[in-house]
């Protein structure tokens, strides 16, 4: 069974840098594409961006200017870099696996960052 | 970027009525790559619907999608209470391609 599991910091300050990580266990990371996802409090849920394994990395263009994501094939993890953060990056952050037709088939719990001073 | 808006944006029922939620995209999207999600307060999405029309594993029959183009539908022919929850339609595409998501049909007891 594919399991996902986001780590990081819970809390980060404005214009500093949130880091991430999604490690996968039960599977490879292999011929898949992961992405990130982030969801506002009581809001719907936002595209960050997704690599596949490769190291190929598509972002939404809203983001991309802040965000790096990254991949340790040897660790099975992915990870989410997303600078100058403001109160607006305050977010559940979700990592989650595309496959058939990129559908995101698993997902991980979320983690809650919040941006404050 | 394609915008995806779902209607309505709640919707009230009762256990063993049927359930129709809508998805609209502001251009024509690939069925291929257009998915629905349910979500549970304080839980991750779970994939429903894929390909426009095919369950992901372990999804009730009572779960089924269609459309094409620019209009999709999920649909839940009788509620169960585990059913009231949110629901995301969900595409890839576009020109950068990216997803985007729908806002959300909140789907409660009545």
């Known amino acids: 069974q594919v399991q996902l599991q986001e780590s990081g910091p819970g809390l980060v300050k404005p214009s500093e840098t949130l880091s991430l990580t999604c490690t996968v266990s039960?599977?490879?990371?292999?011929?898949?594409?992961w992405s990130w996802i982030r969801q506002p409090p009581g809001k719907g849920l936002e595209w960050i961006g997704y690599?596949?394994?490769?190291?190929?990395?598509i972002y939404n263009p809203s983001l991309k200017s802040r965000v790096t994501i990254s991949v340790d094939t040897s660790k099975n993890q992915i990870s989410l870099k997303l600078s100058s953060v403001t109160a607006a990056d305050t977010a559940v952050y979700y990592c989650a696996r595309g496959a058939q037709q990129l559908a995101l088939d698993y997902w991980g719990q979320g983690t809650l960052v919040t941006v404050s001073s | 970027e394609i915008v995806l808006t779902q209607s309505p944006g709640t919707l009230s029922l009762s256990p063993g009525e049927r359930a129709t939620l809508s998805c609209r995209a502001s251009q024509s999207v690939s069925s291929r790559y257009l998915a629905w999600y349910q979500q549970k307060p304080g839980q991750a999405p779970r994939l429903l619907i894929y390909?426009?029309?095919s369950r992901a594993t372990g999804i009730p029959d009572r779960f089924s999608g269609s459309g094409s183009g620019t209009d999709f539908t999920l649909t839940i022919s009788r509620l169960e209470p585990e059913d009231f929850a949110v629901y995301y339609c969900?595409?890839?595409?576009?020109?950068?391609?990216?997803?985007?998501f729908g806002q959300g049909t909140k789907l409660e007891i009545k």
């Open positions: 969900q595409q890839y595409g576009g020109s950068p391609p990216m997803y985007t």
């Open positions: 690599l596949y394994y490769s190291g190929t990395t």
């Open positions: 390909a426009a029309s």
């Open positions: 039960g599977g490879s990371i292999s011929t898949y594409y």
